[in-house]
């Protein structure tokens, strides 16, 4: 699949690297990064995406989502969802 993509990228004290060498590579780090999709954002990945916030994990994979807090874990894929570590209370 082939897409036309047109970036304007303005970074302040970040670094940004490209490497291509058979396989395309993207890395950025920056003190904030915001993206603003006016109607929709849609991020796809062939493996797996992780999200980390401090002692926060979210990690999705074709199969599986995974959220742990500290010690408490969230599985949610095709046995159901399950807790590790802590209760499923509803408030």
């Not at 670094?15 to 849609?42: H, M, P, Q, W």
Request: a positive charge; charged letters at 25%.
């Amino acid at each position: 699949m082939q897409r036309n993509c047109e970036i304007a990228l303005t970074f302040v004290r970040s670094k940004v690297r490209f490497l291509i060498n058979g396989i395309s590579y993207c890395s950025f780090a920056a003190d904030f990064v915001n993206t603003l999709a006016n109607k929709e954002s849609v991020l796809i990945a062939q493996k797996k995406v992780v999200s980390i916030v401090g002692n926060t994990a979210i990690e999705q994979t074709k199969d599986k989502i995974v959220i742990q807090v500290g010690k408490v874990q969230v599985i949610i894929d095709d046995k159901g969802l399950r807790v590790k570590g802590g209760d499923l209370r509803a408030d």
